[in-house]
Each structure stands twice: as structure tokens, then as C-alpha cells.
């Protein structure tokens, strides 16, 4: 599913010639000018199958784009509110511009950057994803963004450098259950080890659907890591540090049985509460069948080695 890039998918992996070809042909569009997601996405229905999806077939034959409107209606926002219905109105009254991103710790050359700096330094792509939250429903993302890896380059990580810890926006004017410190700690922390964090697969989005990242679904950037459970991408992000030791993180202090640091998407491990063997996509009804959840949520080919050292039967 990380179609749309040349380097994630070596062409050899893809046999068949047709699909080889039009692959090329949409990452030329891609490349060619930022109207053209747009302009790739205009036409699809909702639930449609994106022409992109052909050229995901090595990875994942079943995968459809979700439909925008349940992606923008319902999230996971704690700040704004427990329920999944409620960030697409409260969400709005968050103020997302300007905005500045710190990157500091283990690096040579730390930043304040404005995200408009940021984003004429970076070449937003499409990548289209699966998303499985650790509450068993599930979503496939057509997002904007780059490689958190090429922005991190650019401060140069110190070979101490050994996690990145993510801090979301604190801005309790806008967000009513960090205002009357509800529910978790704020603000809202997250982090990887510095090998995921490099992962060409991992992103920072700054938007979707061809278009700006709406508020709910993270604005104006957020971390996309597709391989774990839908806490770790952390939303509204405005602090990235490199770290020699593993940051504590927001999900994994409150219930840290429930909620790894690593939180790989793993159908063997269940949650203490649920089973994770299968999940609920999104837009789908009662009699529709669930979808079975892969180990790393389908991305084990391009992940597993991450990881090799660790027992999975045992181990999310
Ligand atoms: N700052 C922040 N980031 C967050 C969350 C949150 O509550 N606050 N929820 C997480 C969870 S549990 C999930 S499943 C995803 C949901 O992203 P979506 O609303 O775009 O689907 O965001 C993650 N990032
Ligand atoms: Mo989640």
C-alpha cells in the first residue's frame, strides 16, 4: 500500500507489466504538480476503488478507500472530546496557523521552523495506508505528506539519538478536556525508536483526500506510522525531540498493559478487553463480514526486520 513512490516498491516486485506501467504514469502526475491529487481523487465515488489500489495488489488485494466523510466524522481527539462524533465540530476552534515545529535533543543543528518553511523544503506525495486502531475499527487513508525521516535529516540526528518523542499542540483555549485536565495527560505524547522514526514508510501528513489536513484529523501535521495502532500517530504536532532513552509516552503511562510503547498492529496479542484478531472497517454494516487484522497491519514485509529480535506471539 505504499503505492504512488518509486522507492518504497521496487518494480520488480510487481510482475505484471500493466500495473508496472500505470504505476509510473500516476507517481509522474504525482510528481508533476500539486493540483494533480486533486485532480486524481476528484474523480472517485465514495467506497470506490482508487486506481491506485491496482498498484497495491502485491500487498493488499481487499483494500477500497474509505469514504472521506467517515474519516472526517469519526476520531479519536481526547482533547476535544471521548466521543468519536464530536472532534469534527470542536475540533474547528483550533487555531492552526501560524505554526511552528521545534525539533531539538540529540542533534547537530536544532529548529524552529515555521510549517510553511517546512513544507517548501519537503515534497508532499500521496500515500495511500491502512489505519487499524487499537479499538479494532479500521480505515484505508489516502494522505499527503513526506517521510518524517526527510525532515529529520535535515537536522542531522546525533548517532546518540536513539528515540524520537512527538508533542501535540497544548492549547487548553481550544481544547476542552485539556482545559479541565480530563482524562490523560496533557499534552499528548507519543513516541518511536529512532529506526521506525526513519522508516520510509513513516509520515508526516499534512493532508488527505487532496486536500489541507482537516482540524479533526490532525492539522495542520501529523505522524502517520501505519504499522501500529492508530494512538501512536500522534495529531497536531508541534515538538519532535531525538532522545537517547525511550520517552514516556501518554497511552502507555495510563494503562501500560493495554497500550505498548511499540503497539505493532498484531492480531496474536489481544487487548486485555477484546480480541484483536479481526477488526470493523470503517463503513461497513452489521452483516458485512470483519476484516481478519495482519501482523503488522500488512506492513511485515517492509517492517518485520525492525523487529526481529523480539518474541511477536507474545509481544505488541
Ligand atoms: N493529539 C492526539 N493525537 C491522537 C489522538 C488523540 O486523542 N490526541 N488519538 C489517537 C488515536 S487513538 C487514533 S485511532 C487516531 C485517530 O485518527 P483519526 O481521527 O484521524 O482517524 O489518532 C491518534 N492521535
Ligand atoms: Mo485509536
Not at 535529516?153 to 508533542?167: D, E, G, I, R, Y
Not at 484529523?217 to 505522524?223: E, H, S, V, Y
Not at 470483519?290 to 511477536?312: H, I, P, S, W
Request: hydrophobic share 40%; net charge positive.
Amino acid at each position: 500500500m505504499i503505492i504512488k513512490t518509486k522507492t518504497t516498491i521496487a518494480s520488480s516486485e510487481i510482475t505484471d507489466q500493466q500495473i508496472f506501467l500505470q504505476r509510473r504514469k500516476v507517481v509522474k502526475a504525482l510528481l508533476g504538480a500539486p493540483l494533480a491529487y486533486a485532480g486524481i481523487h476528484s474523480g472517485l465515488a465514495a467506497g470506490q476503488t482508487a486506481p491506485s489500489n491496482a498498484l497495491a495488489a502485491h500487498y493488499q488485494a481487499d483494500s477500497t478507500i474509505t469514504p472521506a466523510n467517515l474519516v472526517k466524522n469519526y476520531n479519536n481527539y481526547y482533547e476535544f472530546s471521548l466521543t468519536k462524533e464530536q472532534p469534527a465540530t470542536l475540533a474547528q476552534s483550533l487555531r492552526i496557523d501560524p505554526w511552528t515545529i521545534e525539533i531539538t535533543g540529540e542533534v547537530e543543528r536544532p529548529l524552529r521552523l515555521d510549517l510553511d518553511d517546512v513544507l517548501k523544503l519537503q515534497t508532499v506525495q500521496e500515500y495511500v495506508y491502512r489505519f487499524r486502531c487499537v479499538e479494532a475499527w479500521s480505515m484505508v487513508v489516502p494522505w499527503l505528506g513526506f517521510p518524517l525521516a526527510s525532515l529529520l535529516k535535515t537536522v542531522k540526528p546525533l548517532s546518540s539519538a536513539q528515540f524520537v518523542k512527538f508533542t501535540s499542540v497544548d492549547q487548553p483555549e481550544a481544547m476542552p478536556l485539556q482545559a479541565n485536565n480530563t482524562m490523560l495527560e496533557w499534552p499528548y505524547v507519543e513516541g518511536l525508536r529512532i529506526d521506525e522514526a526513519l522508516h520510509p514508510l513513516t509520515l508526516l501528513a499534512t493532508g488527505l483526500y487532496g486536500e489541507p489536513l482537516s482540524k479533526q484529523n490532525g492539522a495542520p501535521i501529523r505522524l502517520v506510522v501505519p504499522w501500529k495502532y492508530g494512538f501512536k500517530s500522534i495529531k497536531a504536532v508541534v515538538k519532535i525531540e531525538l532522545l537517547k532513552k525511550a520517552p514516556l509516552t501518554t497511552w502507555n503511562k495510563f494503562a501500560p498493559r493495554d497500550y505498548g510503547f511499540y503497539a505493532n498492529v498484531n492480531p496474536n496479542v489481544p487487548h486485555p478487553r477484546w480480541s484483536q484478531a479481526s477488526e470493523r472497517p470503517l463503513g461497513s454494516h452489521f452483516f458485512t463480514p470483519r476484516r481478519k487484522t495482519e501482523l503488522f497491519n500488512g506492513y511485515g514485509e517492509q517492517v518485520a526486520a525492525l523487529y526481529r529480535t523480539m518474541d511477536l506471539s507474545h509481544f505488541f
